[in-house]
């Protein structure tokens, strides 16, 4: 919980960038009543965000697949923004993966009435605005209001430069465990949710045809893993421990619940394996102690 004069967290949920993880870590850190998740298209999202606007002291985070700029709309002038970013090509092709099994994504139907071959899937993602330079997008406040050129890209850099936290998916327990750390967060244990029960796999071929769209991404991605790479570097030793340890407990719960990383979770559902996760670390290793050494929030006056 924040004070009056502690800024507001900004979560820019990039979709397949194991954000669901990160909501399942606000349902057990914050009071969901005082979280506000964005999400929608262009339109709704500015609207969501101006009529939040008088209730904006309300809120002690605010999440969801949004442009990084929100804080514009809520009249917030000192935001904190955390953000995670992944492989642009991978997370194409999870984004694509999960459009043909999931019915509530925008292009289901575009992609469910399509040929199932990976070469035709990539060609209509291709031909498709939404997956052209997505993470760009996101980043730069863009938000596929129109084609994303060179200078959004510098944009989306100089954003990235001004976020708190920058996480990669190929490093992403680390950045989470730093996430924590910034926010306050006493609780970090909680079961992987959301993943892609099975990969459309490519040919080398395919992967350098849909990088011609991703050629900004591609850029962004490298700014950010060197950022991310030198946020971790800061912690040393203690972190690599930590997040390995994390890693285990993740492997542990496939054999606990094995179908349970599947499963969609929206903040305030119920987390079924937390308490036996979180059971599995002593208070000595070197997880127990860096969740130790985390400083909890300050309560914000409302």
């Known amino acids: 919980m924040r004070t009056k004069k502690t800024p507001t967290p900004f979560f820019v949920h990039i979709p397949k960038t194991a954000g669901h993880i990160i909501k ?3 349902t057990l850190n914050y009071d969901p009543d005082r979280v506000l998740s964005v999400y929608g298209n262009f339109p709704e999202i500015m609207a969501n965000l101006a009529g939040n606007i008088k209730n904006k002291n309300n809120y002690d985070l605010v999440q969801g697949h949004m442009p990084y700029g929100a804080h514009y709309q809520l ?3 000192d935001p904190r923004y955390f953000v995670f970013l992944r492989e642009p090509v991978d997370r194409t092709m999870s984004d694509i993966a999960y459009a043909l099994r999931a019915p509530h994504h925008g292009f289901h ?4 009435e399509s040929d199932k071959d990976p070469a035709k899937l990539v060609d209509l993602a291709k031909g498709i605005h939404y997956y052209r330079n997505n993470m760009t997008n996101f980043v730069s406040g863009l938000f596929f209001t129109r084609e994303a050129t060179l200078t959004d890209l510098h944009l989306a850099i100089d954003n990235l430069w001004k976020s708190e936290v920058v996480g990669v998916t190929d490093a992403f327990e680390e950045s989470m465990l730093i996430m924590a750390k910034r926010l306050g967060w006493k609780k970090v244990i909680v079961e992987r949710l959301n993943t892609s029960p099975s990969k459309i796999e490519i040919s080398d071929e395919l992967r ?3 990088r011609q769209v991703l050629s900004l991404d591609i ?3 490298a700014v950010a893993q060197d950022i991310a790479d030198q946020q971790i570097r800061q912690y040393g030793a203690f972190l690599r421990e930590a997040a390995e340890q994390l890693r285990e407990i993740y492997i542990m719960q496939k054999k606990i619940a094995p179908e349970r990383e599947y499963e969609w979770h ?5 987390l079924h394996l937390h308490e036996q996760l979180e059971a599995l670390v002593p208070a000595a290793s070197p997880l127990g102690r860096w969740i130790s050494e985390i400083a909890p929030c300050a309560k914000k006056i409302a």
């Open 219 to 221: 850029a962004l991605y």
């Open 266 to 270: 929206t903040i305030g559902d119920k």
């Open 75 to 77: 009249n917030i002038p």
């Open 109 to 112: 139907h575009k992609f469910a």
């Open 208 to 210: 350098s045809s849909i």
């Open 24 to 26: 399942a870590l606000i």
